[in-house]
């Protein structure tokens, strides 16, 4: 049949990815002994899982709608600090919070807050505090072992956050002589039993130059602790992000995820969670909108491992022109969490003629007496959703914005942060309207 390869054609590409997976990780080993900051047993630890599990081989099951050759070809290196063009104070949003910024992976105090409220953050020169992997893979390991000023967050018990903690992170690119940028960001945050915070993550491109971003925030939530996540990616249409969040919560606790990713050429984001206590009510969502060829890959894993736990999960989807879009979404039950009440939904609008979407939520379900389900809808614009408008007198562009506002707005609506809610409008008016 034709386009099924042979043989000997499936052994040549196994050989090529090989060497080139072989040539990006002597890149990786290059920026592992050069990269600032000390040596820790926990950074040596993920080299060596990193080498370990190595680059994805020829169609590897979890990438095999993600190609990585552009990142396999691309020499990487560490900015200059002093080379690095001074970020602007308005390239962060408009609110009022605490907030931490790190330009290429690097702390800078310039434009971070001074006073951090009932936060209280350290940098770590050791990152041997940082805590293992829920669900891993290989540039997990890459972050963990490359990121040069790991930061420790810390909101005390029975402390409730008077403004949002706002992580921004701002990567600059480059293309010369010595390769293209890797900026690596990596946070860990503790929310002590009855805190409640809300905490944005902001990944956004100092310029419109080629950059690499690896970013991993891991949360470990105590007791009847309450979390309101939002991450916001606005980066430009030649950045790679790598992205990988764990998050572990306890017993009686509220927690809400909510991810709006929309920039970067080739985005892949994993949201990996364990539910250990009983009671929790558990929220994870993501809205995607690719543009022109971008590549967007949305992973959630999440483990229920106690008692009478809900979780509610919604992912969509707004795939323009002739991009790409890949989900895959885990829930595993324990045998001992009774009275589970999962679900996990993957709705997908395609706007573009030759935009693509390829879906696979799975359960994984070991105890009795629960109550689990997922779904997918993959579909175009309705037509008679249209005429309607259109016969009240509405333009045929407006008629299409007001759609898909509607298709978004279950996300859009429920950010409760003024200038994060109009920030994210107004990149998804922007790709829209094809800039």
């Given amino acids: 049949m034709a386009g099924l390869l042979t043989n000997s054609d499936r052994a040549v590409k196994s050989a090529q990815v090989s060497e080139l997976n072989q040539q990006a990780m002597a890149n990786f080993a290059q920026l592992f002994e050069h990269r600032s900051g000390e040596k820790s047993q926990h950074a040596q630890t993920h080299w060596e899982i990193a080498k370990y599990v190595g680059l994805p081989k020829f169609r590897h099951e979890d990438w095999h709608y993600t190609p990585l050759e552009t990142v396999l070809r691309t020499q990487y290196h560490f900015s200059d600090p002093e080379s690095v063009l001074k970020p602007n104070a308005d390239i962060a949003l408009e609110i009022d919070a605490y907030r931490i910024t790190l330009v290429d992976g690097r702390y800078n105090a310039e434009l971070s807050s001074i006073d951090m409220g009932e936060f209280q953050v350290t940098l770590l020169d050791s990152q041997d505090v940082l805590p293992d992997a829920v669900n891993s893979e290989i540039f997990l390991h890459l972050t963990e072992c490359l990121a040069p000023q790991p930061l420790l967050i810390n909101l005390a018990a029975n402390k409730v956050a008077s403004k949002p903690l706002y992580l921004l992170n701002i990567s600059s690119g480059s293309v010369n002589s010595q390769g293209t940028n890797m900026s690596q960001y990596r946070y860990h945050l503790t929310l002590g039993n009855n805190s409640q915070s809300e905490v944005i993550e902001h990944f956004v491109s100092l310029d419109n130059q080629p950059h690499l971003t690896g970013g991993r925030l891991t949360v470990e939530i105590g007791d009847n602790a309450q979390l309101s996540h939002f991450k916001l990616v606005t980066e430009n249409p030649s950045a790679q992000h790598f992205a990988h969040n ?190």
Avoid: W
Wanted: charged fraction near 20%.
């Fill in 246 to 435: 764990d998050m572990i919560v306890g017993r009686d606790s509220q927690v809400k995820s909510s991810s709006f990713l929309l920039g970067a050429g080739l985005l892949r984001h994993h949201t990996s969670s364990r539910l250990e206590g009983e009671n929790t009510q558990f929220e994870l969502n993501s809205l995607v909108l690719p543009q022109g060829t971008e590549i967007a890959d949305t992973r959630s894993y999440l483990e229920h491992n106690a008692c009478y736990c809900s979780s509610r999960q919604l992912h969509k989807v707004i795939g323009m022109d002739s991009s790409k879009t890949v989900f895959n979404g885990m829930i595993k039950v324990a045998p001992n969490a009774l009275k589970t009440d999962g679900q996990m939904t993957n709705n997908t609008l395609l706007l573009g003629e030759k935009a693509e979407i390829d879906t696979k939520p799975q359960l994984e379900i070991y105890a009795d007496d629960v109550k689990c389900g997922h779904g997918a809808t993959v579909g175009r614009m309705d037509d008679e959703q249209l005429f309607y408008l259109r016969s009240r007198g509405i333009s045929h562009q407006a008629a299409k914005q007001m759609i898909i506002n509607a298709f978004a707005a279950e996300l859009t609506e429920s950010i409760d942060i003024a200038g994060l809610k109009s920030a994210v409008m107004a990149n998804i008016h922007q790709r829209l309207a094809g800039g």
